[in-house]
């Protein structure tokens, strides 16, 4: 991963005067992103908003060594406006990007567009992708989320399945950003909106970032956006030959730990409310604004600035704040549902208004933030008229403690506070089952069975540690304690796949294979697209020579993991020994669209073709193979073979012209 500098001759702002003369390419490699031209008659600036997951706003102007942690953003809203009070409406990504987007309000992108402005967008999360209304008034919309999800740090190795179709890094990102922006008309300004999702957990930044900041992978996270911010506003001017107008957003921030929250979305803390605003550009004056701001007044405020009009629900515009002049005040409000809808904890709302912050939950709390801004002192039973006084526009917008605190069955449903620590010892759990898994990864049985140990004492509820450490004993030929952890696995869950196929594994080894085919039903049952035990009911299959259970697994493993080359060459031999040949010459051909100089994948529509009668084109794809892989352990047979199928396709030709 290359670090993009920022020199110090991109700091300095070019000379106002007008010139139509052709920027030079050598110039526009390097000019900064947020010059100021000014008396000039121009065309519309293209307009980048950036939005990223789990940022908090305190990461901004930290000091990082000699430098500060994010240059490239704090040179953007060095020269330009920094709203200082920014929060966003909720700490979950779709709540938040969609009043970035202004999509109940007929949609940023639309009025863009309505302006004149070609409009494209970018995701990283395909939470935001096409159906969710974040794609609204967009003219080219990606949310391809690539062929995998590449991981840094070995610890996170479950992470490349898990997010694999559900999120792509920053890079890949700009890179789709960048490529639309190329393809986009030049007669046109452009409206590109990029969501980049990488500070999210797992705290996983590529080299040099990860090595930087060893010591808070976070950080790392964010260094890494930033280089990214750079790659995309200096990539925007070289494509396009002029300045962008930059707009950038934390859709939420972060938790770390503070509160007991170690991620977002539980509280409505500061650390999680609170986000980076700013607008770097033509047309803005330099300085911050102290006004609260939420998401949807930014949206509001950007439209008013590009002169695109919203419909009705839109937020406020604050373009008079810019100016310096006073705008009223007004409550405002952020809420989560995320406790209730996940956990079944009470929902939380949270309103910031004359200095004073309510947050409404089963025991409520009230901060003065100008005295206490990292909310330690909850002043609610001291100020009850405040707290009332607080509530009402809470009650205004729908935030009752009816609807709230309140269950589906009415039940009274717990406080998130009280319920954080016990959701923090899971993941304490789920930490050592991570460093077990590295343990095991490196041959190192005893220290992951430690590992494993220590998740079953820290969280005995859960059925993964049961599970872990099972194979563990298995592994280990502890085979009577191996059978006892995934017994206790299946007493808290009976259909968790990965305990079913561990006694599977152990009925194989007793002999009794009938239970273990039984055993691997169930696991296949559950797998829900799990790689590993869908792997481990085709080997197990394999070995008693049940192709066609084989086949299911296969599959599975192709429908989870599409664009797998390796799955989907297992696929087609197994279609092939079992008979199944057009539809393993159809997987095959599948292959062929992922990686067509894959040399297996050659054979194996080699092999397909010879048995679909079609000799001809059986030499072609092995004459490829021998091309790709010369030196392959069977290559001399493969020739062979060639020069038999040339003769058979040739007699065939001769028979067909008689």
């Known amino acids: 991963m290359m670090r993009i500098s920022v020199p110090d001759s991109m700091l300095r702002a070019p000379a106002a005067r007008c010139s139509r003369a052709p920027v030079r390419a050598a110039v526009l490699a390097v000019v900064f992103v947020a010059s100021a031209l000014t008396g000039c008659s121009r065309a519309p600036d293209d307009v980048v908003l950036i939005a990223v997951d789990s940022f908090r706003a305190d990461r901004l102007h930290r000091p990082f060594g000699p430098r500060s942690l994010t240059p490239m953003l704090d040179s953007l809203a060095?020269?330009?406006?920094?709203?200082?009070?920014?929060?966003?409406?909720?700490?979950?990504?779709?709540?938040?990007?969609?009043?970035?987007?202004?999509?109940?309000?007929?949609?940023?992108?639309?009025?863009?567009?309505?302006?004149?402005?070609?409009?494209?967008?970018?995701?990283?999360?395909?939470?935001?992708?096409?159906?969710?209304?974040?794609?609204?008034?967009?003219?080219?919309?990606?949310?391809?989320?690539?062929?995998?999800?590449?991981?840094?740090?070995?610890?996170y190795a479950e992470y490349a399945d898990l997010l694999f179709g559900k999120e792509r890094r920053a890079d890949a990102t700009v890179g789709s950003a960048l490529e639309l922006a190329g393809a986009a008309p030049r007669r046109k300004p452009l409206f590109l909106f990029v969501q980049l999702p990488d500070p999210e957990q797992p705290y996983d930044p590529p080299l040099p970032f990860a090595s930087d900041h060893a010591s808070f992978a976070y950080d790392g996270e964010i260094a890494f956006v930033d280089n990214e911010v750079a790659r995309l506003v200096r990539g925007l001017a070289r494509l396009r030959g002029r300045v962008p107008f930059v707009a950038f957003a934390g859709l939420y921030g972060e938790g770390l730990g503070e509160h007991g929250e170690m991620t977002h979305g539980f509280f409505l803390y500061e650390t999680t409310i609170r986000v980076p605003l700013f607008f770097s550009g033509r047309g803005v004056e330099r300085g911050t604004i102290g006004v609260p701001a939420t998401l949807a007044d930014a949206a509001a405020t950007l439209a008013a600035l590009k002169r695109a009009h919203l419909g009705a629900g839109a937020g406020r515009d604050l373009t008079a704040a810019l100016k310096g002049r006073p705008v009223p005040a007004v409550p405002i409000i952020s809420s989560t549902n995320l406790p209730k809808e996940r956990h079944g904890w009470s929902a939380l709302a949270a309103v910031v208004e004359g200095g004073w912050k309510l947050v409404r939950a089963p025991a409520p709390e009230l901060y003065r933030l100008a005295d206490d801004p990292g909310e330690t002192r909850n002043l609610a039973s001291e100020q009850p008229e405040t707290v009332r006084r607080l509530g009402m526009p809470l009650e205004s917008a729908g935030y009752s403690e009816t609807a709230l605190f309140t269950g589906?069955?009415?039940?009274?449903?717990?406080?998130?506070?009280?319920?954080?620590?016990?959701?923090?010892?899971?993941?304490?759990?789920?930490?050592?089952?991570?460093?077990?898994?590295?343990?095991?990864?490196?041959?190192?049985?005893?220290?992951?069975?430690?590992?494993?140990?220590?998740?079953?004492?820290?969280?005995?509820?859960?059925?993964?540690?049961?599970?872990?450490?099972?194979?563990?004993?298995?592994?280990?030929?502890?085979?009577?304690?191996?059978?006892?952890?995934?017994?206790?696995?299946?007493?808290?869950?009976?259909?968790?796949?990965?305990?079913?196929?561990?006694?599977?594994?152990?009925?194989?080894?007793?002999?009794?294979?009938?239970?273990?085919?039984?055993?691997?039903d169930r696991a296949l049952e559950g797998s829900r697209g799990n790689t590993k035990v869908l792997l481990g009911v085709m080997s197990f299959a394999l070995r008693t020579n049940d192709f066609n259970r084989a086949i299911v697994a296969g599959e599975r493993l192709v429908a989870a993991r599409p664009n797998d080359l390796t799955y989907l060459n297992d696929l087609a031999t197994l279609y092939l020994h079992a008979g199944r040949t057009e539809e393993s010459l159809a997987t095959s051909r599948r292959a062929l669209l992922v990686n067509a100089d894959d040399p297996v994948t050659q054979y194996n529509l080699g092999r397909a073709l010879v048995a679909t009668g079609d000799p001809a084109g059986a030499a072609t794809a092995f004459e490829r193979y021998l091309q790709l892989w010369p030196d392959a352990p069977n290559a001399e047979a493969v020739r062979d073979g060639i020069e038999e199928l040339r003769r058979r396709a040739e007699a065939d030709t001769t028979q067909a012209a008689s």
């Open 78 to 155: 060095a020269r330009g406006v920094e709203f200082t009070e920014a929060r966003t409406p909720s700490p979950t990504l779709r709540e938040a990007a969609k009043a970035l987007l202004a999509v109940d309000a007929g949609g940023l992108a639309a009025a863009m567009k309505a302006r004149g402005y070609h409009t494209a967008a970018a995701v990283g999360s395909i939470e935001l992708g096409r159906g969710s209304g974040i794609e609204m008034g967009f003219e080219a919309f990606d949310d391809s989320m690539g062929t995998e999800y590449p991981v840094v740090d070995p610890s």
């Open 408 to 520: 589906a069955a009415g039940e009274r449903l717990p406080d998130p506070k009280d319920e954080i620590a016990d959701w923090n010892r899971l993941q304490q759990a789920r930490l050592h089952l991570r460093h077990g898994r590295l343990y095991e990864d490196s041959g190192a049985e005893e220290e992951a069975l430690a590992e494993y140990d220590e998740a079953v004492e820290t969280a005995p509820e859960l059925p993964d540690a049961h599970v872990h450490r099972g194979a563990a004993l298995l592994r280990l030929e502890r085979l009577t304690e191996a059978r006892e952890a995934f017994r206790r696995a299946l007493e808290l869950d009976d259909d968790l796949a990965t305990a079913w196929a561990g006694v599977g594994l152990l009925e194989e080894r007793a002999g009794r294979l009938e239970t273990a085919r039984a055993a691997f």
